[in-house]
């Protein structure tokens, strides 16, 4: 790393922040106080991202790692690690995790790759824990995750520790079941069972998902991008005709939805458009 490059450059900029002289709002933050703005960032570069926004990915990865760069700065005025020692560390750790990779191992399938990896962080955990104690298998899964990225953790946790239905069409009947539990629940006035029951079926669709290949907090993301997408169209083609959306019967909202849906089979109205 030069002493002009645009990681030493960054670097600069939030020493001059934090600065005696620099900018007030900088040298009040800490490190719990810039946990809330990571999230916020990172969430909008997950955004950026699914929605193939090249130049917003640019803009808000820019941003994730200044506020990471200034995490660490934090950090390395308090004596505790450098960034040198977090970058150091991280390359030791994919070197140390990808055996196959860096170290000549060879493993039979896929499943059997990510087996290994899991040995690797047990074998971590086991080295840098306290003395004699062995974690449990959902130690390590953070608390405050979004609950469907949650839900898709523990099962792959589950998994890996062999605690899971034999095939896809296994969770495919517990779905069907959950569904059928879901429904009796419905039909009765109980509030607390009813949502009992819908995390049920979520949390077993969500394996379903990662069965396929699929994750649910993204699947769901672009179902929600392609209504709001869908909608914005129907609310432009009234307002066009001077109508008011809300005035309109459900019955030409309805036949709106329906040949907006027809229209994007033919045009570039879709949820992963580039912007």
């Known amino acids: ?37 990571i999230l916020e960032e990172a969430h909008e570069l997950v955004d950026a991202v699914r929605h193939r926004a090249t130049t917003d990915v640019r803009e ?44 000549g191992a060879v493993f039979a399938s896929r499943d059997e790759l990510l087996q290994g990896w899991n040995r690797v962080k047990q074998d971590e955990k086991r080295e840098h824990g306290p003395p004699g104690r062995e974690e449990g298998v959902f130690a390590a899964l953070p608390r405050n995750l979004p609950p469907l990225t949650k839900a898709y953790r523990i099962h792959a946790k589950a998994a890996n520790a062999n605690f899971t239905w034999d095939s896809a069409e296994d969770v495919e009947q517990q779905a069907e079941a959950e569904w059928l539990e879901l429904l009796d629940a419905l039909a009765g ?13 979520l949390f077993t669709l969500v394996e379903l998902g990662r069965r396929k290949g699929i994750k649910a907090a993204a699947a769901l993301d672009n179902a929600c991008q392609k209504f709001l997408l869908r909608f914005a169209r129907m609310e432009d083609q009234v307002r066009g005709r001077g109508g008011d959306f809300a005035a309109v019967s459900m019955e030409e909202k309805n036949a709106l939805w329906t040949a907006v849906k027809a229209e994007e089979k033919n045009s570039s109205l879709t949820p992963n458009a580039s912007q």
């Open 60 to 103: 808000e990865l820019g941003d994730v790692l200044f506020l990471l760069l200034f995490l660490s700065r934090l950090y390395a005025a308090r004596g505790a690690f450098s960034l040198e020692e977090v970058l150091a560390r991280c390359a030791a750790k994919m070197i140390r995790r990808h055996p196959h990779v860096f170290a």
């Open 1 to 37: 790393m030069t002493a002009s490059s645009p990681l030493r450059e960054v670097e600069t900029v939030i020493d001059r922040l934090l600065a005696p002289d620099g900018c007030p709002w900088d040298r009040e933050q800490t490190p719990a106080s810039l946990c809330e703005y």
């Open 189 to 201: 006035g109980d509030k607390e069972a009813q949502e009992r029951e819908l995390g049920d079926l």
